[in-house]
């Protein structure tokens, strides 16, 4: 194999890479979206098959800026649903820590103040 060929293998490896990403992503939105029929859902499905190039570019200049809105929604949800999680398997959630903060009060280990910060915290 020669330099080009190698050079044009990693070229059209790249650009075929990057068609798999945006098809996915696309197909991903289109399940995303609720307020999308199922039928324009398939439509829009079946021209990703038949015109893959044109169809794609077409859905990111047409509802580009709705895929970036459901995705920012998707990773937000994701995202405090990871924080529940955790603080539920961590045992800390806030009634938990503003009892402690009061046994550390009325043990006499804290101020008001702190005590305070410290519920403003788990609050929070």
Known sequence: MEFWDIIWLIIVSFAFIAYL?????IITDLFRDRQTSGWI????????????????????????SGMAHRTAEAEQQARTQADDYIKQTAGTNSAAQIAEAKKLLDAGTITDTEFQQLKAKALA
Do not use: E, Q
């Open 21 to 25: 990403m945006l098809m996915f992503m």
């Open 41 to 64: 859902k398939a439509v829009w499905v079946l021209c990703l098959i038949l015109f893959p190039l044109i169809t794609g570019l077409l859905y990111l200049i047409f509802r580009g």
